[in-house]
C-alpha cells in the first residue's frame, strides 16, 4: 500500500519560511518523479514544483520560481519544499504526489499516480 504523509505546514508571516517534507512508503521511492501541487480555498489544484526520479531535473511554476526549492533524499523515501519569502497567495493546503515509475516529467495532476493527504500552509500579512 502506497502512502505519502506530508508534515511541516502551519502558520507563518509574510516574509517567512517553511519547509514541507513528504515521506514515502509502498513504492519504489528512486524511480518516481516527485511533484508538489497545491490549492487555496475556492481554487483548483495548482502545480508548484516537481523533481525527477533521478534528482537532475526540476520545473517550478512562475509564481514560486526563485522562492521555492524542491529536493529529495532518496535513503530516506523523502521529498522536501523549502518556501522562502511567503505571502498571502501562497496559503493553500499543499500536496505531495507521485508519479512513475521512470516517467517523463509532468505538471499536470492528471499524470500523478499517488497522493498525499495535504498540509496546510497559511501565511498571514
Known amino acids: 500500500q502506497v502512502q505519502l504523509v506530508e508534515s511541516g505546514g502551519g502558520s507563518v508571516q509574510a516574509g517567512g519560511s517553511l519547509r514541507l517534507s513528504c515521506a514515502a512508503s509502498g513504492l519504489s521511492f528512486s524511480r518516481y518523479n516527485m511533484g508538489w501541487f497545491r490549492q487555496a480555498s475556492g481554487k483548483d489544484r495548482e502545480f508548484v514544483a516537481a523533481m525527477r526520479w533521478r534528482g537532475d531535473i526540476t520545473y517550478y511554476a512562475d509564481s514560486v520560481k526563485g522562492r521555492f526549492t524542491i529536493s529529495r533524499d532518496n535513503a530516506k523515501n523523502t521529498v522536501y519544499l523549502q518556501m522562502n519569502s511567503l505571502n498571502s497567495e501562497d496559503t493553500a493546503v499543499y500536496y505531495c504526489?507521485?508519479?512513475?515509475?521512470?516517467?517523463?516529467?509532468?505538471?499536470?495532476?492528471?499524470?500523478?499516480?499517488?497522493w498525499g493527504q495535504g498540509t496546510q500552509v497559511t501565511v498571514s500579512s
Open positions: 504526489a507521485a508519479d512513475g515509475p521512470l516517467a517523463v516529467m509532468h505538471t499536470t495532476q492528471l499524470e500523478y499516480d499517488y
